[in-house]
C-alpha cells in the first residue's frame, strides 16, 4: 500500500433482519444509531476472544446536500509487530516500541449512499487497507448495534403485515432489530476469468456442525464439505450468475464456497463465495483506484481525511448515477 495512492472497493449495504415482512428502517436511522452510541462512549467491540484485536468506531459526517456519509473505522491488533524504519543512506535502523496495551492500527474510510438502490439496499464504497477487511466493519457495526438493541428493544418497530390491532384497536406494532450487510460487487475480471477459462469443482462447506461421532464425546464433528461438479459444455454466456445462483441454493445447509478455475492465461484460481448472500472475496470485487494523494497518508488515521472520503465520494455519487 503506498503512501499516496489507494484502491476503493464498491459493494452494497444491505439493511436486515430476521424477522419476514418486516419494514425497515432506512440506513441513516442505523448509521445515527451508532452515531450515538460512540457519542455516548460506547465506540469498540472486541475482534476476538482472546482480547487482542479491538475495532473502534470513527467519526461519522452526514453529506445532506449529496445524500451520503462518510465513516471512519479503525482496528488495533495488539499481535502485530512493532514497526520499524532505515536510514536507506547509512542503513541504520530506528525502532518504534509500543506498550503491552497498544496494537498496530488500520484505518479506513467507508462512504455510504442515504438514497436506496435497491429496496433496503444502498451502495457504498470502501478503502482498501490492509488488517481491515469489509468482515471487520459489519462485526463493528452489528456489535454495536447487538448491544444497542439489549436496552432498546422496541427502537425500530414495524406495524403488523395483517393490520391486527391492539384491545385500545390501535394498529398492532411488532419489535424489528434490524442489522447489515457488506455485499462486494462482482468486478468484471472475475466475468472474464470465468467465461473465458476453466470451471473445475464447487466445493460447499458447513462449518457450523459440532457433534459428536459414535457417541464419543472427545470425536466431534467439525465441517461437512458437498463437491459439485461443472459439465465443459456448460454455456459460458451468464456462466458465473448461474453458478452463483446454484451455490445459494443450498444455503440453508452451507455457508462457504469455493469455485476451482483456470483463468485465460492458464493460471489455477480459487474464489470464495458467501453462500446466504453471493458475495465474493475481496480481490474480485470491482475496484478503482485513487492516485496521488497529497500530502502522503500515514498507516492511520482517528479523523477523517478529505484528500481520501472526497474523491470517494465522487466515486460514489457516480456510480449512483
Do not use: C
Amino acid at each position: 500500500m503506498k503512501s499516496d495512492e489507494r484502491v476503493i472497493y464498491f459493494y452494497d449495504l444491505a439493511v436486515t433482519a430476521r424477522t419476514e415482512h418486516a419494514n425497515l428502517p432506512p440506513v441513516r436511522s442505523l448509521l445515527e444509531v451508532i452515531a450515538a452510541e460512540r457519542a455516548a462512549g460506547r465506540f469498540r467491540t472486541a475482534g476476538d476472544r482472546a482480547g487482542n484485536l479491538w475495532h473502534f468506531l470513527g467519526p461519522i459526517e452526514f453529506d445532506e446536500d449529496n445524500q451520503t456519509a462518510t465513516i471512519l473505522i479503525r482496528s488495533s491488533d495488539k499481535r502485530s509487530p512493532e514497526y520499524g524504519y532505515s536510514n536507506v543512506n547509512d542503513g541504520t535502523l530506528r525502532l518504534l516500541e509500543k506498550d503491552n496495551h497498544e496494537g498496530g492500527d488500520a484505518a479506513a474510510h467507508l462512504v455510504v449512499s442515504l438514497l436506496p438502490a435497491d429496496p433496503d439496499t444502498y451502495i457504498a464504497v470502501l478503502e482498501g487497507v490492509s488488517g481491515l477487511s469489509h468482515r471487520n466493519v459489519i462485526s463493528l457495526f452489528n456489535n454495536l448495534l447487538t448491544a444497542f438493541y439489549a436496552n432498546n428493544p422496541s427502537h425500530f418497530t414495524y406495524p403488523d403485515p395483517a393490520g391486527a390491532k391492539t384491545r385500545n384497536g390501535d394498529i398492532k406494532r411488532h419489535e424489528v432489530k434490524p442489522k447489515f450487510k457488506l455485499i462486494g460487487h462482482i468486478s468484471d475480471q472475475l466475468h472474464q476469468d470465468i467465461e473465458n477459462g476453466t470451471i473445475g469443482d464447487i466445493e460447499l462447506r458447513n462449518g457450523r456442525v459440532n457433534s459428536t461421532i459414535g457417541n464419543d464425546p472427545f470425536i466431534r464433528s467439525k465441517s461437512f464439505r458437498l463437491t459439485l461438479s461443472v459439465q465443459a459444455d456448460i454455456p459460458k454466456a451468464n456462466v458465473l450468475e448461474r453458478l452463483v445462483t446454484a451455490i445459494q441454493s443450498k444455503h440453508a445447509t452451507y455457508d462457504r464456497a469455493k469455485i476451482h478455475f483456470v483463468d485465460q492465461t492458464g493460471h489455477p484460481k480459487t474464489v470464495e463465495i458467501d453462500v446466504t448472500t453471493g458475495a465474493v472475496e475481496q480481490s474480485y470485487v470491482q475496484a478503482r483506484r485513487i492516485s496521488a494523494v497529497f500530502p502522503p497518508l500515514r498507516m492511520t488515521t482517528d479523523v477523517i481525511l478529505s484528500r481520501v472520503s472526497d474523491p470517494m465520494k465522487e466515486m460514489l455519487i457516480e456510480y449512483r448515477g
